[in-house]
């Protein structure tokens, strides 16, 4: 940052976050002239400036326009000088300006050019123009981006420039007092170096060039979610109208799309902007992006990380670009100059959040030139307009709704740098205000409307500082606050350096309230407080819960800036005592009622324990060492055997409220005097937990601890997964099934090793009941059923042996049922978990993976299956013989103690098919075969479609293709009635009784059975039969006549000429609007209002619109051929009364509505866009389209994702088009009895 005087470089060491007065004051010892004497100015390059920023900027008040002397200022200080040539000049008047450097002073408010050098006329500045400027704490920074500042001095120019340096008195005394041990610490700083730093949270927008209205809605049709963005949101402003759409990659049992992001995300409506489409990025590594683009044109950027750089912020940014590029060529197709992202440097910041963590071993608890404040109220203080009065006034609001106003008093205290007498005073006065004007108007509530200061955290633990500063509104403040954190880290760390002491008077500000009122002048006071309404309880907002949670190690609560609360309180509901022990120990335990009162040891702090002799009275348990005492000394933190000196505290003057060590006393009677003393520490085992406490004897340092078991000896209790090994109790649902009590433990869950898979659960079990591996025995059986298995699926899909193997490992049973079942000869039984506890869920495997019943006479396998983040976990059931640690994972049908849960298996598997009214379910093609007579199968799609019986098709299910079996792909086609009746012969053995007969152009051409499978029959005319009709045939096939319908292409085209005039008066009106930019004005105006009438319209439009009574049709088919544009004359031609309705046309009234109220239309109307373009609304395959109250309704309806294995690449059946029915679920509830 270089400053300039005279041309010359100026030797000064100014920081972005420097104030203006201190840069003043720094400026004032480099050049040796007064403080007041200085003005700066400085200039700023546009790639275009357009007439509207330069009319914003340049209006005064008093004139009709800009008056001339003052734009003739304005054109001095920028790189074109142009010519004035009128005496006032309005917005139209004025052209953009393409790559300009404009000049602009600091920390003046200075209406005449910049560079005093360059000021013309200044006698022509009204009084009012040239008013003393308030510096008001202002930063430098508030005034980047600018190149370099340039110095002027007062007695370098005349009286007449005197306004360039009329400002209010600046005090160089206290900016010096404020400088020097800033100047030591940023010296000091320079040698420590963070062990992360960066931004974890930013919130920036770019603006548009010129103000626009972007159709939100063509924009949220045109975006489609990925699986890079998985959301978009269409927040039109209220929360009823919100629009989704989401990234599905499943679908339910009931074929509804399931979304990939769960209902809590979804619901996180706030994360969306108001009159914005939003998309959300997928989340990952701690990453998550969001992007809005607003109405007004502008987009906002949103990002949540872990301590980035800028540049890796951009990256990040920048990794979406494709999207951003393709609305910005959207919208540049509709006439829109869309903000285009480079850098987050060059975007405004709404929010910004930083983070940095030091090594530091000090710790100093007074003011600092950075922070102010304590507790939850630390704020960063080296920021814009910064003032100590109105946080004051923010934290009376604060600890008054707390419940807390003794807690203002050290407050004010420490920000003002007072005593606390007066510090009392300051805050009863605030706090009489609050409680007044609260019993007078008892309906409202006290909000703070504006922070001061940016709200931070800093913790001192473990040898380490942690720094987050939070709500930073400027990408400038970033190199400053960097900084700044390393000179804090100095400051702790620097006894040297003295504690910072308030220089400048204290003015309290008197604390001002307002309340609501319906004049709108009061609403927008500026004042930094409002009580407003107490809100209603609204559905969806719960209260927060005030407990606290403690971080590892023991340490003083922190407060953030080095301050530090002292909890040692005497007496407050429980004693200090409890308190520490509490910490260190377990925070929900209640010890007040375990260890009695009179037996409380002290737990001690880690700079306390070095200053405790290791004797009988320390005692260290679990990394805790807490002592015995009689008296504790609270200022030193020591244990006493007697008084000592000091003032002993008296518990019931101090109860409720911190110890003042100059009033109260220092020593505190820990153990009372009508109680006996215990002197030795130890342990007390009460109810699962340890207790610290005080004894008369000593105990045993070898006292014994029971010996744990190892960990699988154990049942765990509890719904997660288990360790490999361990074994845990099963869900009530299960124990109800079989009929057990809460107490048996007959069954339990077998922990596998991670992720725990369906494999891994197979392969745990096969290593404890066979000799051979897994894998050896799985290629045996892939070798023997690979054809058969998955009901012939596997060679379809996977065509050889080798590629399925290879997949194997990652499979469940949706492939390996049948394979499982045959590998250790057995039932496989799968249960879930489901949320509530009285129901189970078991799974019954459909004909795509097994075809197979439950059979009494072998040993059942029996799998839990949870559902975890991202999948399903598998646990396998054992019987556990706890004495020899031995398991059992192969169930007999007659074990007494699940015989009748076996018994309900059958009856389970026996229903484990489709159940519909509508038809019935067809057999497989080996069961039907067993039925039939050396029949020929027929085959289509390497799938077993049916058989040749006697020349009549015979449908199965689609099945695996039977071997030895001969086999044809014609399928064969008779006359109807032998078909029927070979048909209906059948049907007593098989699942093939015909129930309709199918018509095609007035011919028989099949027959429906009642499995609705299609058999078709030679084509002969159609005549009564016993058979009714397919009537779902007929519909499809609703032959259309073969003459053309004139009358309906008549009004086709009508209806289209209709649209075309009408578009094309739209049109004409933009044309003579776009020419006249008064009556532009004057239109925007009235659409601001919506106040466009009807007559408005005609005035503009009559002159070059005729209305004519009658059309003929050729006007008509022309008018549609050319969109409305094919005219002889200069006058568009409309038809008085409507082409199709013949109702009067209402043309004027039409674009008038829609000026009014159609944000879209009025935009295309009044702006430079040439189209609009038509998005057709499209919801793709992967996306699911919801309103905001349709969520929760959604998501509570969705069943289980439907169980397609991954792999699968044809359907278990002969068309295509037609979804299997893969999966059912019978449940079980809890009763007195078990029903099924």
């Given at each position: 940052m270089e400053f300039y005087h005279h041309k010359k470089l100026v030797q000064v060491e100014v920081y972005p976050d420097d104030t203006l007065e201190m840069v003043y004051y720094k400026l004032s010892v480099a050049l040796e002239c007064s403080i007041d004497d200085i003005y700066l100015f400085s200039s700023r390059h546009y790639d275009i400036l357009t007439a509207s920023e330069q009319f914003k900027r340049l209006e005064m008040s008093g004139y009709d326009g800009i008056p001339a002397f003052h734009l003739q200022n304005f054109y001095e200080g920028i790189n074109q000088p142009l010519t004035i040539k009128g005496e006032f000049y309005q917005e139209s008047d004025l052209d953009d300006l393409y790559d300009v450097e404009v000049e602009f002073?600091?920390?003046?408010?200075?209406?005449?050019?910049?560079?005093?050098?360059?000021?013309?006329?200044?006698?022509?500045?009204?009084?009012?123009?040239?008013?003393?400027?308030?510096?008001?704490?202002?930063?430098?920074?508030?005034?980047?981006?600018?190149?370099?500042?340039?110095?002027?001095?007062?007695?370098?120019?005349?009286?007449?420039?005197?306004?360039?340096?009329?400002?209010?008195?600046?005090?160089?005394?206290?900016?010096?007092?404020?400088?020097?041990?800033?100047?030591?610490?940023?010296?000091?700083?320079k040698d420590y170096v963070p062990k992360a730093e960066g931004i974890n949270h930013i919130v920036c927008r770019l603006e548009p060039l010129r103000p626009m209205s972007i159709p939100l809605d063509i924009l949220f049709n045109y975006l489609h979610v990925t699986d890079e963005l998985p959301m978009i949101q269409y927040n039109t402003g209220t929360e009823e109208t919100l629009m989704y759409k989401l990234l599905?990659?499943?679908?339910?049992?009931?074929?509804?799309?399931?979304?990939?992001?769960?209902?809590?995300?979804?619901?996180?409506?706030?994360?969306?902007?108001?009159?914005?489409?939003?998309?959300?990025?997928?989340?990952?590594?701690?990453?998550?992006?969001?992007?809005?683009?607003?109405?007004?044109?502008?987009?906002?950027?949103?990002?949540?990380?872990?301590?980035?750089?800028?540049?890796?912020?951009?990256?990040a940014f920048l990794a979406h670009k494709n999207l951003l590029d393709r609305i910005g060529e959207f919208m540049f197709t509709s006439g829109f100059v869309y903000?285009?992202?480079?850098?987050?440097?060059?975007?405004?910041?709404?929010?910004?959040?930083?983070?940095?963590?030091?090594?530091?071993?000090?710790?100093?608890?007074?003011?600092?030139?950075?922070?102010?404040?304590?507790?939850?109220?630390?704020?960063?203080?080296?920021?814009?307009?910064?003032?100590?009065?109105?946080?004051?006034?923010?934290?009376?609001?604060?600890?008054?709704?707390?419940?807390?106003?003794?807690?203002?008093?050290?407050?004010?205290?420490?920000?003002?740098?007072?005593?606390?007498?007066?510090?009392?005073?300051?805050?009863?006065?605030?706090?009489?205000?609050?409680?007044?004007?609260?019993?007078?108007q008892p309906n409202k509530r006290f909000v703070v409307k504006n922070r001061v200061g940016f709200v931070s955290n800093v913790l001192n633990n473990n040898e380490e500082i942690r720094m987050t500063i939070s709500g930073i509104n400027s990408i400038y403040y970033l190199e400053s606050i960097q900084r700044n954190m390393k000179a804090y880290v100095a400051f702790q760390e620097s006894p040297s350096v003295s504690c910072q002491e308030h220089v400048q008077p204290v003015i309290v500000t008197p604390f001002v309230y307002q309340y609501d009122s319906d004049s709108e002048s009061e609403s927008d006071s500026d004042e930094g407080f409002e009580p407003q309404d107490e809100?209603?309880?609204?559905?969806?907002?719960?209260?927060?819960?005030?407990?606290?949670?403690?971080?590892?190690?023991?340490?003083?609560?922190?407060?953030?800036?080095?301050?530090?609360?002292?909890?040692?309180?005497?007496?407050?509901?429980?004693?200090?005592?409890?308190?520490?022990?509490?910490?260190?120990?377990?925070?929900?335990?209640?010890?007040?009622?375990?260890?009695?009162?009179?037996?409380?040891?002290?737990?001690?702090?880690?700079?306390?324990?070095?200053?405790?002799?290791?004797?009988?009275?320390?005692?260290?348990?679990?990394?805790?060492?807490?002592?015995?005492?009689?008296?504790?000394?609270?200022?030193?933190?020591?244990?006493?055997?007697?008084?000592?000196?000091?003032?002993?505290?008296?518990?019931?003057?101090?109860?409720?409220?911190?110890?003042?060590?100059?009033?109260?006393?220092?020593?505190?009677?820990?153990?009372?005097?009508?109680?006996?003393?215990?002197?030795?520490?130890?342990?007390?085992?009460?109810?699962?937990?340890?207790?610290?406490?005080?004894f008369i004897k000593k105990q045993e340092s070898t006292r014994k601890e029971k010996k744990i078991a190892e960990s699988k000896q154990y049942i765990v209790h509890g719904p997660g997964l288990n360790e490999p090994g361990q074994v845990g109790r099963l869900p009530k649902s299960i124990r109800y099934f079989f009929g057990w009590t809460d107490k048996n433990t007959e069954l339990l869950r077998y922990g596998i090793e991670k992720p725990h898979s369906f494999f891994q659960c197979i392969d745990a079990v096969f290593k404890k009941t066979q000799k051979s591996t897994l894998v050896k025995q799985m290629d045996l059986w892939i070798i023997a059923g690979f054809n058969t298995y998955n009901n012939g699926n596997l060679k379809v899909q996977f065509k050889t042996m080798d590629a399925f193997s290879k997949h194997l490992p990652n499979m469940d049973y949706t492939y390996l049922?049948?394979?499982?079942?045959?590998?250790?000869?057995?039932?496989?039984?799968?249960?879930?978990?489901?949320?509530?506890?009285?129901?189970?869920?078991?799974?019954?495997?459909?004909?795509?993976?097994?075809?197979?019943?439950?059979?009494?006479?072998?040993?059942?396998?029996?799998?839990?299956?949870?559902k975890v983040y991202k999948g399903y976990a598998f646990e396998p059931l054992v019987y556990h013989n706890v004495k020899e640690n031995t398991q059992i994972f192969l169930h007999e049908f007659k074990n007494k103690h699940l015989h009748e849960g076996m018994k309900a298996l059958v009856q389970i598997f026996s229903k484990c098919k489709t159940t519909t009214s509508s038809y019935t379910l067809n057999m497989t093609a080996s069961v039907m075969y067993n039925k039939l007579h050396r029949p020929t199968q027929i085959i289509h799609e390497n799938k077993c479609i049916g058989f040749l019986v006697e020349d009549v098709f015979v449908p199965c299910y689609p099945s695996a293709i039977l071997s030895n079996v001969p086999k044809q792909e014609r399928i064969?086609?008779?006359?109807?009635?032998?078909?029927?009746?070979?048909?209906?012969?059948?049907?007593?053995?098989?699942?093939?009784?015909?129930?309709?007969?199918?018509?095609?152009?007035?011919?028989?051409?099949?027959?429906?059975?009642?499995?609705?499978?299609?058999?078709?029959?030679?084509?002969?005319?159609?005549?009564?039969?016993?058979?009714?009709?397919?009537?779902?045939?007929?519909?499809?096939?609703?032959?259309?006549?073969?003459?053309?319908?004139?009358?309906?292409?008549?009004?086709?085209?009508?209806?289209?000429?209709?649209?075309?005039?009408?578009?094309?008066?739209r049109r004409l009106l933009k044309e003579m609007i776009g020419k006249d930019a008064e009556l532009r004005r004057k239109i925007n105006k009235l659409i601001q209002r919506k106040q466009v009438a009807?007559?408005?319209?005609?005035?503009?439009?009559?002159?070059?619109?005729?209305?004519?009574?009658?059309?003929?049709?050729?006007?008509?088919?022309?008018?549609?051929?050319?969109?409305?544009?094919?005219?002889?004359?200069?006058?568009?031609?409309?038809?008085?009364?409507?082409?199709?309705?013949?109702?009067?046309?209402?043309?004027?009234?039409?674009?008038?509505?829609?000026?009014?109220?159609?944000?879209?239309?009025?935009?295309?109307?009044?702006?430079?866009?040439?189209?609009?373009?038509?998005?057709?609304?499209?919801?793709?395959?992967?996306?699911?389209?919801l309103?905001?109250?349709?969520?929760?309704?959604?998501?509570?309806?969705?069943?289980?994702?439907?169980?397609?294995?991954?792999?699968?690449?044809?359907?278990?059946?002969?068309?295509?088009?037609?979804?299997?029915?893969?999966?059912?679920?019978?449940?079980?509830?809890?009763?007195?009895?078990?029903?099924?």
């Open positions: 002073p600091i920390g003046q408010d200075v209406k005449s050019a910049a560079n005093p050098s360059n000021a013309d006329d200044l006698e022509l500045y009204k009084v009012e123009e040239t008013e003393v400027s308030t510096l008001q704490q202002l930063l430098l920074l508030d005034y980047m981006p600018f190149h370099q500042i340039h110095v002027c001095l007062k007695k370098d120019y005349s009286k007449k420039y005197a306004n360039y340096f009329n400002h209010d008195p600046l005090d160089a005394e206290a900016m010096e007092i404020q400088n020097t041990p800033l100047v030591k610490l940023f010296e000091m700083s599905t990659n499943q679908v339910d049992l009931k074929g509804d799309k399931i979304p990939i992001l769960d209902e809590i995300t979804v619901r996180k409506h706030d994360k969306s902007y108001k009159k914005s489409v939003t998309v959300f990025t997928m989340k990952k590594k701690n990453l998550e992006i969001i992007y809005g683009f607003l109405g007004d044109g502008s987009i906002k950027l949103e990002m949540n990380c872990q301590a980035f750089t800028v540049d890796q912020i951009d990256e903000p285009t992202f480079r850098t987050i440097r060059n975007a405004a910041i709404d929010e910004m959040d930083m983070f940095a963590l030091y090594d530091a071993k000090g710790r100093r608890t007074c003011a600092n030139p950075f922070f102010v404040g304590s507790g939850d109220e630390i704020r960063y203080r080296r920021v814009s307009r910064f003032n100590e009065n109105d946080l004051i006034n923010e934290l009376c609001i604060e600890y008054y709704d707390r419940g807390e106003p003794e807690k203002l008093v050290l407050l004010i205290k420490q920000i003002l740098g007072i005593s606390e007498e007066k510090s009392r005073v300051i805050a009863k006065e605030h706090l009489y205000e609050m409680e007044t004007l609260r019993t007078t809100p209603e309880d609204e559905e969806g907002f719960e209260p927060q819960d005030e407990g606290f949670e403690q971080e590892e190690g023991f340490e003083q609560e922190p407060l953030s800036g080095g301050v530090y609360k002292d909890l040692d309180r005497i007496v407050r509901n429980e004693s200090f005592l409890i308190t520490r022990i509490k910490q260190a120990f377990n925070p929900s335990k209640d010890y007040a009622k375990q260890c009695p009162l009179n037996r409380r040891p002290v737990v001690l702090k880690e700079g306390e324990k070095d200053k405790v002799p290791e004797n009988d009275h320390r005692r260290t348990h679990n990394g805790h060492t807490f002592v015995c005492t009689k008296y504790w000394d609270m200022k030193n933190k020591i244990p006493l055997d007697e008084i000592g000196e000091g003032k002993l505290i008296d518990e019931n003057i101090v109860k409720g409220r911190e110890v003042d060590f100059e009033k109260d006393g220092t020593i505190v009677r820990v153990q009372p005097e009508k109680y006996k003393f215990n002197p030795y520490p130890g342990i007390m085992r009460k109810d699962d937990m340890d207790v610290p406490c005080c049922w049948e394979m499982v079942s045959d590998v250790f000869n057995a039932n496989l039984v799968i249960f879930r978990e489901t949320r509530d506890g009285d129901y189970l869920e078991v799974i019954c495997p459909s004909n795509h993976y097994s075809t197979r019943s439950f059979d009494p006479s072998k040993k059942s396998l029996m799998i839990l299956e949870h064969p086609v008779i006359a109807y009635k032998p078909t029927v009746s070979k048909l209906d012969a059948l049907s007593k053995d098989l699942p093939c009784k015909p129930q309709y007969k199918v018509v095609e152009q007035g011919n028989i051409v099949g027959i429906i059975l009642e499995t609705l499978a299609f058999v078709p029959c030679t084509p002969i005319p159609n005549y009564p039969t016993d058979l009714p009709l397919y009537t779902k045939v007929q519909y499809e096939y609703d032959l259309l006549p073969n003459e053309i319908d004139q009358e309906r292409i008549r009004k086709t085209q009508r209806v289209k000429a209709e649209k075309c005039l009408y578009a094309a008066c009807e007559e408005d319209i005609r005035d503009i439009l009559s002159p070059r619109i005729q209305f004519v009574n009658k059309t003929d049709e050729s006007f008509i088919a022309t008018q549609v051929k050319c969109g409305g544009c094919c005219f002889a004359s200069d006058k568009l031609i409309l038809p008085k009364h409507n082409l199709l309705t013949k109702q009067p046309n209402d043309y004027f009234s039409r674009l008038a509505e829609e000026l009014n109220y159609y944000t879209r239309f009025s935009t295309f109307i009044v702006s430079p866009q040439l189209l609009i373009p038509e998005v057709p609304f499209s919801v793709h395959e992967n996306e699911l389209l309103t905001y109250s349709m969520i929760h309704s959604y998501y509570a309806s969705l069943m289980e994702a439907k169980r397609l294995p991954e792999y699968y690449s044809t359907l278990d059946n002969a068309n295509p088009k037609h979804t299997p029915y893969t999966m059912a679920i019978l449940k079980v509830h809890k009763m007195n009895m078990i029903t099924l």
